[in-house]
Structure formats: structure tokens, C-alpha cells
């Protein structure tokens, strides 16, 4: 199953087209996308016992982030071995990891304004949390889950150097979108080998697999759910993979005009257009 987020109404994707959730059932499930992870179970089998409405059409320029408003967003730092190398950094024992504030969420073709000179691409697979996961282990993490999406952690490198606390620095506007939509697991051949790759103005930067993780999803969501109890709709960004910018030499960010188009073979792509900030 694929879900989205259509200008602010919650829909399932079918092939080219979107059945409205609200409407189909006869609002027996609400429009709004945030809030349907805390019916998860309830909303999956409405879905797979079969939905014969008319599709209506889809332009993915309308499309918001899958889960527009959680309550909680982690990001995981230096979790791709080739991405730590790149950094200088020795190879993690424990999991970094900070949050983007939700202030910086947008939809998959939100334009990227620029505040600086310094900002950076971060490729990322995102989950999305659906059943409340506390102490969880790693066995059963993937049961949690609503599904995975795309994601760009942009980062704004300057910031983010002058400070321990990354969190600032990942969260100026548009600095998180994700989508284009959310894709439940049993879709995916193997969620824990996903392909995801970025390229700017068509050139590609960054390639790599979730097979690379350091921490695989499942154990981000038993580390994280050890400290924090995890919510329906929760956001995980989980780390990229090495050919960010700053790992160039000399270094390269984002400039005015510059396309970053983040894709995952088979799920889907978005796109931001690089626009001047402040
Ligand atoms: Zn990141």
C-alpha cells in the first residue's frame, strides 16, 4: 500500500492515480494525514479488503509530507560506514542522534531556499512509526512500522560545525522534506536492503544501500524506543551514505538554481529546486 499526503488530504495511491480516504469512506476515516497512524491497523485492512472508487489525478507538485505532523523527529548521524570515512570519524559503538524540528518538513517538491553558502545534501531512507514502540527489541521493530518514505536531511555545514548540537543546523525551512509517499513494508522486496540514490542537476552524488547501515532499522527503533516511547506517525531520518558535499575536496554545497532529485529504484523520487534565502 502507498499513501500520500494530497494538498493536506490523506489518499492511497493507485498506479497513476488517488482514491480519497475521507471520502471513500465516507468519513469513516478522517482527511487528515497525521492522523491516521493512530489507526493504522484499522485503516490497513479497510484498505486491503479493497477500494473500488474512482482513482483522480495526481500531480506530485501537490503532494505534502506522509506524516505532516509528528510528534517526535529523530535523525541518525554517521550510520553509513563510507559516510563516517568521508567525515574523519571513527567508526560509531553508540548511535548519534539528534532531531530535525518540525518546522523544516515539506513536501517531496518543495523549493530549497538557501540561508547561506554552506548548505548540504543528505540522502536518507525515513520511517514512519505506526504502532507505539517502547523497549522494543530488534526482532520485532519492523512490526512498528507504517512504512518507509524518502527523505533529504539538508544541513547547513557552518552551523552545524560550530556547534555539538546538530539540531539547528538540519532545521531551517524545507531543510526536511520527505515523500513522495509513504510505502508499507510488505511492498518492498527487502526493507533492509533498499537502494537509494541522489544526483544534482542529473549528475549522481550519492548510490548506496540500507544493507550499508551501521545501525539497520531495527535497531535505530530498539535503541531509540529504549530511552524514548516512539508515537503513531513518528518520523525517523536514518542516516546517509558517503558523496555529501562537505566530504568533497575542495568541498561543494548548494547553489541557486542547483536540482537535488533523491529517488529509490521502484518507490518513487522527489525533487527540490535550490532558490535564494534570507
Ligand atoms: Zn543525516
Known amino acids: 500500500m502507498r499513501i500520500a499526503n494530497l494538498l493536506g488530504r490523506l489518499v492511497v495511491v493507485k498506479g497513476d492515480g488517488v482514491i480519497d480516504v475521507e471520502k471513500t469512506s465516507d468519513g469513516h476515516f478522517s482527511s487528515d494525514a497525521a492522523s491516521i497512524f493512530d489507526r ?12 473500488s472508487a474512482d482513482r483522480e489525478s495526481l500531480d506530485v507538485h501537490d503532494l505534502g509530507a506522509p506524516s505532516p505532523a509528528p510528534r517526535q523527529i529523530f535523525a541518525v548521524g554517521a ?18 542522534v539528534f532531531t530535525k524540528f518540525q518546522s523544516c518538513l515539506t513536501g517531496p517538491y518543495a523549493d530549497l531556499p538557501l540561508p547561506s ?4 545534501w543528505e540522502a536518507e531512507l525515513v520511517v514512519v512509526i505506526a504502532r507505539e514502540a517502547r523497549n522494543v527489541d530488534a526482532g520485532s521493530a519492523w512490526d512498528h512500522v507504517a512504512g518507509v518514505t524518502l527523505g533529504q536531511d539538508y544541513s547547513e555545514r557552518a552551523v552545524q560545525k560550530s556547534s555539538s548540537q546538530f539540531s539547528l543546523a538540519k532545521s531551517y525551512p524545507a531543510f526536511g522534506p520527505t515523500g513522495p509517499w509513504l510505502v508499507t513494508a510488505d511492498e518492498l522486496e527487502d526493507p533492509d ?4 540514490e541522489c544526483s ?3 549528475e549522481i552524488v550519492q548510490e ?6 551501521v545501525f539497520p532499522v531495527r535497531e535505530i527503533i530498539a535503541r531509540l ?14 542516516g546517509t551514505m558517503a558523496g555529501v558535499g562537505i566530504g568533497r575536496k575542495p ?3 548548494l547553489a541557486v538554481g542547483d536540482e537535488v532529485t533523491t529517488c529509490i529504484k521502484g518507490l518513487g523520487s522527489m525533487s527540490n529546486r535550490c532558490v535564494a534565502g534570507r
Open 251 to 253: 568541498p561543494r554545497f
Open 193 to 196: 536492503d533498499i537502494a537509494i
Open 208 to 213: 548506496g544501500r540500507t544493507s550499508e547501515m
Open 40 to 51: 493504522w491497523g484499522e485503516f490497513t485492512e479497510w484498505v486491503n479488503a479493497g477500494l
Open 117 to 120: 553558502a554552506s548548505v548540504d
Open 225 to 238: 524506543s529504549k530511552t524514548c516511547t516512539l508515537f503513531p506517525g513518528d518520523v525517523i531520518f536514518t
Open 79 to 96: 550510520n553509513y560506514s563510507d559516510h563516517v570515512a568521508e567525515a574523519g570519524l571513527k567508526m560509531p559503538s553508540t548511535i548519534t
Open 200 to 202: 544534482i542537476n542529473g
